[in-house]
């Protein structure tokens, strides 16, 4: 992991171009069980109905 000049993160990467630039998997962790709320704000989510990921907006 790196940082660049302009603060943005790489993670296998040494040239980031986004603020957070990861070149391979990601895996986000959680049981889908995770509701949606004030106090999850902004995170991310499997929505056990769809399937998808999505980023509470409560």
Known sequence: MIVGEVGDVGIATSTPAATLDVSGTVKVA???DETCSPATYGT???NPSTG???I???
């Open 56 to 58: 509470c907006r409560y």
């Open 30 to 32: 959680g049981t889908g």
């Open 52 to 54: 998808r990921m999505q």
């Open 44 to 46: 991310f989510r499997r």
